[in-house]
């Protein structure tokens, strides 16, 4: 009540300097309720322009993915007399054929703008289901499941019409447990490869032959793995998160290269490879390391003995601006990924101890301990990869 009286004078403020101010009053309303209903645009688009029209009415321009912030708005501006009128594109665009689709390679990479010299901002993995918000030229600007946002080639995309998301939940899948892997047209190590696989990928099961399962990717191509390289989706988004199974997953990608942007096996960035080790035991975290910062946050960060397995480790100039993130292994020890994944100790005593990083450890988080917990989702919980309806 008193942010609404607050801003009710305010607005009469702006009503009466109109003249003076202009525009620019009413955008700065605008960008504040932004700021303060969706302040991380690394997960929502909103792209709004405020015009003064000759008759001094307003006209609202751009495209969204969260119109509750228009909404509010509006009735504000109404409230003070002021007519709006809203030609904001509401996304997913409404000319698209197809708003979900599911990734079809191994791994596709995510960029912050629709071409390739872009920085990329992320990466996503085969199987992933995925929300497609609008399309430019040969380029989708997607959303993932923890949320992110990120443009992608359409060729690593395949488009799904209405009623295939939900016969893809209802399907047998079954997810990559290798490293790496290899689809073939045949059961036989010498047959042609159709496709690689990576760790976390999501492929649906056609029928076992021996050592070998048939299987059929997103874009409905099908070949062959073997059968020891693959688990069943059901057993795997059921299991219970566990802090030694996460911190085994991180160590299987010791040496593998530091990429930015990534997110799977073929090269992580530190906040890449802490998704990718709480993602192979069913849980969806957030995308960014001072995302994930954000989540269960300890308060003490001072007394390293009292780390647990599974913690976060953030580092940065201040807890508000993180900028690395590792995963504690326990013992002193943690994993990061830092030029490649590698160890290193919070023991000042220890010979691998980085005194410039460690003194720079402003935050931990302990998920485990706080689920459930906002900005982290179990995958089976998660509506794109089941149909939680059938639960209810």
Not at 18 to 38: C, F, H, N, V
Not at 209 to 216: A, D, P, S, V
Not at 293 to 301: G, H, I, K, N, R
């Given at each position: 009540m008193q942010r609404n009286r607050t801003w009710q004078l305010l607005l009469l403020l702006i009503i009466a300097s109109?003249?003076?101010?202009?525009?620019?009053?009413?955008?700065?309303?605008?960008?504040?309720?932004?700021?303060?209903?969706?302040p991380d645009l690394r997960i929502a688009v909103f792209q709004v322009s405020v015009l003064t029209k000759p008759d001094g009415s307003l006209l609202l321009r751009g495209e969204t993915d969260t119109p509750e912030v228009l909404a509010l708005f509006v009735e504000e501006m109404q409230r003070a007399g002021i007519a709006v009128a809203d030609s904001v594109v509401r996304l997913p665009d409404p000319a698209l054929a197809a708003p979900w689709g599911l990734v079809c390679l191994s791994v596709i990479n995510m960029r912050a703008e629709p071409r390739y010299s872009a920085e990329m901002v992320s990466q996503a993995l085969m199987g992933t289901p995925v929300q497609i918000l609008k399309k430019r030229g040969g380029w989708l600007l997607i959303q993932t499941p923890d949320?992110?946002?990120?443009?992608?080639?359409?060729?690593?995309?395949?488009?799904?019409?209405?009623?295939?998301?939900?016969?893809?939940?209802?399907?047998?899948?079954?997810?990559?447990?290798?490293?790496?892997?290899?689809?073939?047209?045949?059961?036989?190590?010498?047959?042609?490869?159709?496709?690689?696989?990576?760790?976390?990928?999501?492929v649906?099961?056609?029928?076992?032959?021996?050592?070998?399962?048939?299987?059929?990717?997103?874009?409905?191509?099908?070949?062959?793995?073997?059968?020891?390289?693959?688990?069943?989706?059901?057993t795997f988004s059921n299991q219970q998160p566990d802090a030694g199974k996460i911190v085994e997953t991180a160590a299987s990608m010791t040496g593998f290269p530091y990429l930015w942007g990534g997110t799977s096996v073929k090269g992580v960035d530190c906040s890449g490879m802490v998704k990718i080790a709480f993602f192979m035991n069913g849980l969806i975290i957030p995308r960014d390391a001072s995302q994930q910062?954000?989540?269960?946050?300890?308060?003490?960060?001072t007394g390293w003995r009292s780390f647990q397995p599974g913690d976060l480790l953030f580092f940065g100039p201040s807890p508000d601006r993180i900028i690395h993130v590792g995963l504690y292994a326990g013992n002193g020890r943690y994993v990061h990924a830092s030029g490649k994944v590698k160890w290193n100790s919070t023991d000042p005593s220890a010979p691998d101890y980085l005194h410039e990083q460690n003194k720079n450890l402003v935050k931990v988080s302990r998920y485990l301990a706080n689920l459930p917990s906002a900005g982290v989702v179990p995958v089976k919980n998660h509506p794109w990869y089941f149909d939680l309806s059938q639960n209810q």
């Open positions: 109109a003249t003076a101010w202009g525009q620019p009053a009413y955008q700065q309303r605008l960008d504040s309720l932004q700021k303060e209903l969706i949320r992110y946002l990120g443009w992608v080639d359409n060729d690593g995309v395949f488009l799904l019409k209405a009623g295939q998301l939900a016969q893809w939940q209802k399907a047998d899948r079954r997810m990559v447990t290798e490293t790496l892997t290899l689809v073939r047209q045949s059961p036989s190590r010498q047959a042609a490869v159709i496709s690689d696989l990576v760790l976390g990928n999501l649906v099961a056609v029928a076992r032959k021996g050592r070998w399962t048939e299987i059929e990717l997103p874009d409905q191509r099908k070949g062959y793995v073997e059968t020891r390289t693959i688990s069943r989706f059901s910062a954000q989540v269960a946050p300890l308060p003490d960060t």
